[in-house]
């Protein structure tokens, strides 16, 4: 899905806000970030197997579960800048076909 150094966007900022407490500092909607890493994570009911980024220029606290990993972010809030870009071309592309 996503790779170390790959600029996304984040799509959906809206955290539940006893999440957003554990948090030092969240993506916004519609700003670019680059991955710092990625990784298997914990969901907040505390299941396994989320995708997990971290993002560059956001650090946070550690989580109080071993093995510590640093908070991160689900996947799933986040689309890549290419995907983004290229659903942008095909979205004018389709309005000016309409315009003929």
């Not at 519609?30 to 505390?46: E, H, K, N, Q």
């Not at 980024?53 to 689900?74: D, M, V, W, Y």
């Not at 983004?84 to 095909?90: F, L, P």
């Amino acid at each position: 899905m996503f790779c170390t150094g790959q600029k996304v966007v984040c799509c959906d900022d809206v955290f539940h806000p006893q999440i957003a407490t554990l948090y030092l500092a969240l993506p916004r909607k519609d700003l670019v970030y680059v991955v710092r890493s990625v990784s298997v994570g914990i969901s907040p009911t505390g299941d396994e197997g989320e995708i997990a980024i971290t993002l560059i220029g956001l650090q946070n606290p550690r989580s109080s579960k071993p093995p510590h990993p640093e908070r991160a972010f689900n996947a799933m809030r986040f689309r890549s800048l290419e995907e983004m870009r290229e659903s942008a071309v095909k979205q004018a592309e389709d309005k000016e076909y309409d315009l003929i």
